[in-house]
């Protein structure tokens, strides 16, 4: 808006009040105007004037004062031939503004009429909030940053849901480039946050909704190893056997010093049951050994040294394995898997067909092993086959077992089997017990049990794996959970299993280690999870650890035994008494 500020209305007047300091009289007449500009970054005010110029022939320049008092003005600022001028940096208030001219001879006249302007700067509108980005996510942590067109301050709003509920500490600097930390977040968390910032004026803005997920904590702890022993010790072989709280490799280093020197190869297959087998040996010789595994995140564990001795220089072994246990599971209606076990390691192979006769075998598997498995494929629907094992040992002592017969599948078995029952958790100082029967079903294969300490896992990969058990069905099983914290509850889920892959829905149990409870006290200084044991007496079946039965596991059967005799399982925490 421009503001015309009086014209002198008579010359004789301007005689009066515009003189030259010298000697010379100037007719100076002014016409000024003048309009208002906001700065929008500091929010102070601008005023710009003009006036017409003077005709004098020897004008050097022009001079403007300004001031917050009508009549009483700060230092000029010379403008030099200029006629128009902007004052800035112009804070609330009324400011007053007059003009002199000058002479090359440095004579200056006296002032023009004044003008005056008010100026407020008062700002209505909150600041543009842009830019929002989250940086730096880890497992507890997120940055936030976002930019304002306007200095303002900084805060968060942030919570799992819309309503927030929580925020960052309020940062009272006024910027446009923003940043907060928000700490103390769960991991694996999706997070709802808006940003808020206010100028200096007091007026807010708040973003909308956004989101953002921590990671997942990084798993930097090594399995824990074990249940080591050593088995079918020959004169030239022997079988090595661990367990892990965690699924891992497996690999056992050995030699005749504890500087080791051999290995065998690495088997990279993640499991938590682990079987190596040393051959090439010496007989009647002590060997040194330590088995290592490494869990999928690359934590590598190694175990403390142990020995086991060679049998001595014998007449040339002529026994072939004994084969138990056969299987046939996972039939559909055109493959079916057939498993065994053998006392001593041998190959695997499998011959089969419509008659006893058979006519054709699953290839040769020469991995010397005491759990087999072969699958059998191309077969016709609804068909029944007769089948044997053979199993020939480090010796070329060759078995073969009597005739089986399995029937195929009209369609592929998309059936899981039942529930496991009386699934059942018992505390003690720092480990829980589990136990559980198998479902009856012929094609069951194992059970997954997963474990949080927040409220029940939701499905079959919710939560921490504490591992798959396998079994027969109608096995009574049972595991010892270790490591644990006392006065923290654990919920755990199980679900049942078949080698196709279809599990059943979950069944719940959850306890809380109680310290100095001498039922199950543990005084092992590993955590996770011990050895899998039937608890029915029967012999063990296919892929069990029943084979590395140590003391502590012997005394936790009986116990679980006497527990079961005197009070029904229940599902829920159960003390011991």
């Known amino acids: 808006m421009k503001y015309f500020i009086g014209k002198w209305k008579d010359l004789n007047q301007a005689d009066r009040l515009v003189r030259w300091q010298g000697s010379q009289l100037a007719r100076l007449i002014f016409l000024i105007t003048i309009f208002l500009s906001h700065t929008a970054v500091a929010f102070a005010g601008d005023a710009v004037l003009s006036w017409d110029p003077n005709t004098e022939p020897d004008l050097a320049g022009y001079k403007v004062y300004s001031g917050t008092a009508s009549g009483i003005y700060g230092t000029p600022i010379d403008t030099g031939n200029l006629t128009t001028q902007t004052v ?57 940053a976002w930019t304002t067109d306007e ?13 927030y509920g929580s925020t960052t500490p309020l940062d009272t600097t006024l ?101 190596q087998t040393i051959m090439s040996l010496l007989p009647a010789t002590t060997y040194n050994y330590r088995v290592i595994s490494t869990d999928a995140a690359g934590n590598t564990a190694s ?114 089997p039942e529930d496991v029952i009386d699934f059942t958790a018992l505390e003690g100082d720092l480990v829980i017990a589990l136990t559980w029967t198998n479902p009856p079903d012929l094609d069951f294969v194992g059970v997954r049990i997963r474990y949080k300490t927040d409220g029940f896992p939701s499905g079959i990969n919710d939560g921490i794996l504490l591992g798959d058990f396998t079994g027969q069905p109608n096995k009574n099983m049972s595991t010892t959970h270790t490591g644990l914290q006392n006065n923290v509850t654990y919920y755990y889920a199980a679900s049942s299993y078949d080698n196709n892959g279809n599990f059943q829905n979950t069944v719940f149990v959850s306890a809380t280690p109680q310290e100095n409870n001498p039922a199950t006290q543990d005084t092992s200084s590993g955590g996770g999870c011990g050895m899998v044991i039937p608890t029915d007496g029967n012999p063990p079946g296919p892929g069990q650890a029943a084979d590395m039965i140590v003391i502590s596991g012997v005394i936790l059967i009986m116990l679980l035994r006497r527990r079961r005799q005197t009070m029904k399982p229940a599902i829920g925490p159960v003390n011991f008494k």
């Open 175 to 275: 910027v446009t480039a923003h940043s907060q930390t928000i700490t103390a977040l769960l991991p694996a968390t999706t997070y709802n946050y808006r940003v808020v910032s206010k100028d200096a004026s007091g007026n807010a803005a708040s973003s909308g909704n956004n989101t953002f997920t921590t990671n997942i904590i990084p798993d930097t702890t090594p399995p824990v190893i074990s249940a080591i022993i050593s088995s079918n010790i020959t004169n030239s072989s022997a079988v090595i056997t661990w367990a892990t709280n965690e699924t891992a490799t497996s690999k056992v280093e050995y030699g005749t010093t504890t500087a080791y020197g051999s290995s065998t190869l690495l088997n990279a297959t993640l499991v938590t049951a682990h079987s």
């Open 88 to 144: 800035t940096g112009l804070s609330s208030g009324t400011y007053f503004f007059a003009v002199t001219a000058y002479d090359t001879s440095g004579n200056e006249s006296g002032f023009s009429n004044e003008v005056s302007k008010t100026i407020s700067t008062s700002d209505p509108t909150p600041p543009i909030l842009a830019a929002i980005t989250p940086t730096n996510i880890t497992s507890n942590s997120a940055t936030i």
């Open 303 to 416: 175990s403390g040294n142990n020995i086991f001795t060679t049998a001595p220089a014998s007449t040339p072994d002529t026994t072939p394995p004994l084969i138990s246990d056969i299987i046939s599971s996972n039939i559909q209606n055109d493959t079916a898997v057939i498993t065994w076990a053998t006392n001593e390691a041998a190959t695997s192979k499998v011959q089969y067909g419509i008659t006893t006769a058979y006519g054709s075998s699953t290839p040769l598997n020469a991995t010397l092993v005491t759990m087999h498995s072969q699958t059998i494929m191309s077969l016709l629907p609804a068909t029944t086959y007769n089948y044997r094992v053979i199993s020939t040992d480090a010796a070329g002592n060759t078995t073969s077992s009597g005739n089986s017969i399995f029937t195929t599948a009209l369609t592929p078995d998309t059936t899981p």
């Open 151 to 163: 200095p303002a301050d900084s805060m968060i709003e942030y919570g799992t849901t819309t309503t």
